[in-house]
């Protein structure tokens, strides 16, 4: 049976339930994939095992992701690659969902690239790479590498329009972003979602979490399941035994409860991970295991 045939029977099912992007008739499941760990080290270059990384983004869609995180500067180039030799013609439902807004260095160095002629160059290696005539999101990516800023996004921002305009991108999203690039963002134009550092035990991004719920606008969070001290893993580790699961299930799934507007996208370049990852989409939470998990983020070392 031809591959796109297998998966289209499996992918009505929904895993953390289902979302619609605002202002569009998009619709995923909550529980996405990020494909950023399919390139060679540092995120750079191709990976060890192509045919291994083709088996993940196959067994993602089969297992019901409807919704795939990458950019062309996975690589660069590469990760995109991979995705459009595994995938294409992509399934429908299926969405690609990628970033603009940096470049990288030859030392594998990252750095921002914000003028309309980076961007535009940025959005046209997406369209060829994935094997695609428009993007159905794309997030701008702000800030530097260490993190976001506070600088206007107004004149990036618009330049992405005109490419919007142009019809190469359908919606707009943002990542990297603090509450007040967001607010200038939407001044501009719909933003559909954003991607933020955020996980149990980060969560200086609350009060613009709970902004986007608000509007109805995703909220993506990277770095979900890494940066837990020793002692908040501890609590992991107890609520994981209580559910005969692991911390990193249960960091998905807490993720999962936190608001209906969370869209998880844990990446993975091994296929025993992914399932793993997925499974999490099943855990039940209690109201203590909840409470439990909710004062992660105030505990550290001592």
């Not at 339930?17 to 909550?30: A, D, H, L, Q, Y």
């Not at 270059?45 to 990384?53: N, S």
């Not at 990297?176 to 933020?196: D, G, K, L, P």
């Not at 995703?218 to 994981?240: M, R």
Request: hydrophobic content about 40%; proline content about 6%; charged content about 20%.
């Amino acid at each position: 049976m031809p591959y796109v045939q297998a998966m289209s029977s499996t992918r009505t099912m929904p895993l953390g339930g289902e979302f619609t992007f605002p202002g569009t008739s998009i619709k995923v499941n909550r529980l996405g994939y990020g494909a950023m760990q399919l390139a060679g080290p540092g995120v750079f270059g191709p990976p060890r095992d192509v045919d291994a990384a083709i088996a993940v983004l196959r067994e993602a869609v089969t297992s019901g992701v409807n919704h795939i995180d990458t950019s062309d500067i996975y690589g660069p180039h590469v990760t995109n690659q991979i995705i459009k030799k595994a995938l294409h013609p992509y399934p429908d439902g299926l969405v690609v969902i990628t970033k603009v807004g940096f470049r990288r260095g030859d030392d594998k160095s990252w750095h921002p690239a914000y003028s309309a002629s980076d961007l535009t160059s940025s959005v046209h290696d997406n369209l060829k790479n994935l094997g695609l005539d428009a993007l159905e999101i794309v997030n701008l990516r702000c800030g530097t590498s260490q993190g976001p800023n506070e600088d206007s996004i107004a004149e990036r921002l618009a330049a992405l329009l005109d490419l919007k305009r142009q019809g190469l991108v359908r919606h707009v999203g943002l990542s990297n972003v603090t509450f007040s690039q967001y607010e200038e963002a939407r001044a501009m134009t719909e933003i559909v979602c954003v991607q933020n550092l955020y996980n149990v035990a980060n969560r200086t991004d609350d009060p613009l979490l709970a902004e986007l719920a608000k509007d109805g606008v995703a909220y993506v969070p990277f770095f979900p399941l890494g940066g837990f001290s020793p002692v908040q893993s501890s609590v992991l580790n107890e609520v994981a035994v209580e559910l005969n699961a692991t911390p990193m299930q249960v960091a998905l799934a807490w993720l999962l409860e936190r608001s209906p507007n969370i869209l998880p996208i844990p990446g993975t370049s091994s296929v025993e991970h992914l399932r793993e990852n997925l499974a999490a989409a099943k855990l039940q939470l209690s109201a203590t295991m909840i409470a439990k998990l909710d004062g992660i983020s105030g505990q550290s070392e001592r």
